[in-house]
């Protein structure tokens, strides 16, 4: 039996260090190739609205947002829960827990972060969160047994009844679908297929994405001190909704994104900003989807 586990861990060991590396290396630089307007208008927006919605705010003691990265999003939960519920940010590599701890020390909103690995989640936690989030978390599932690692990890962590609601990327098997439109929001991405020569996106092939390559709709160049490379992988719902049902989880629910008002952020000039909301609304909609597993 020990083998075996050990066999597994060994499946995603590899990828998961260089998740950790590269997150490590790039921690400083992340947040500057943030994109404010996606993150708010339709990231944040579609977030705190689904988590409204399907009323995973209320009475709750332990929310845990893993893949917290620097906090940007964990600090957006905070607003959206009672100030008697514990949030606890959770993410792979210590330089990110590093920043997000920083920005806590500058802003105290009652948020502790630790440095984990998702897959262990339910080692440090067990069953005593009753939500569990993530923005991003799942494309980084290297394999099927990484992907239930992880599932597994989330699982063990949730109380009897609790919830996990994660972001995720919508990967098409033909890979033109999207692939212009992703280049015009500032997040280009180069698919590496398992199989050389393949014509179709293959299931957990791998998906290089540079995010913060764009500045007001045009082109930016991906070696740009503000952009951000990334490793991830192709992950496909259905495939997640397999493993999740493999590991446990009682229901299994699909949410499109969502684009709020303009507000007071900035908006792209003139000239770009009727392509700009289209593009918002065509991400909501074919790029970005929530998913939401019950215990």
């Known amino acids: 039996y020990q083998r075996r586990v050990r066999g597994m861990n060994e499946d995603f060991s590899e990828a998961t260090e260089r998740t950790r590396e590269l997150y490590d290396r790039q921690a400083q630089a992340y947040d500057h ?3 404010v307007v996606i993150n708010e208008r339709l990231v944040s927006f579609s977030f705190l609205s689904l988590l ?4 995973l705010t209320r009475e709750k003691q332990l929310v845990i947002d893993a893949a917290c990265g620097s906090g940007y999003f ?6 959206a829960f009672p100030s008697n519920t514990s949030i606890i940010g959770v993410d792979l590599s210590q330089s990110m827990v590093d920043v997000a701890c920083l920005h806590e020390q500058k ?4 948020i502790q972060y630790e440095c984990a690995d998702v897959t262990q989640l339910g080692n440090k936690f067990p069953g005593s969160a009753d939500v569990v989030t993530a923005i991003y978390l799942l494309n980084y599932a290297s394999s099927r047994t990484h992907l239930r690692a992880m599932l597994r990890g ?3 962590a949730l109380r009897v009844g609790g919830s996990f609601l994660v972001l995720h ?5 033909d890979p033109q679908e999207g692939s212009e439109l992703a280049r015009r929001l500032g997040f280009p991405w180069t698919w590496v297929p398992t199989v050389p020569g393949s014509q179709v996106i293959g299931d957990f092939d791998k998906i290089l994405l540079t995010k913060g390559a764009q500045t007001n709709g045009e082109s930016q160049n991906a070696s740009s001190s503000t952009a951000v490379s990334l490793e991830t992988y192709a992950v496909f719902v259905d495939m997640i909704e397999e493993c999740a049902r493999e590991e446990g989880f009682s229901s299994f629910s699909r949410f499109p994104g969502r684009v709020g008002p303009q507000g007071s952020l900035a908006s792209p000039p003139p000239s770009l900003i009727t392509r700009f909301e289209d593009d918002l609304q065509e991400c909501a909609q074919k790029v970005i989807c929530f998913l939401l597993l019950s215990k």
């Open 154 to 156: 989330i699982y063990s």
């Open 74 to 79: 964990t600090r957006t939960l905070r607003k």
């Open 169 to 173: 990327p919508l990967v098409h098997r």
């Open 52 to 55: 409204n919605e399907l009323s």
């Open 33 to 35: 190739g943030a994109d």
């Open 107 to 110: 802003e105290p909103i009652g």
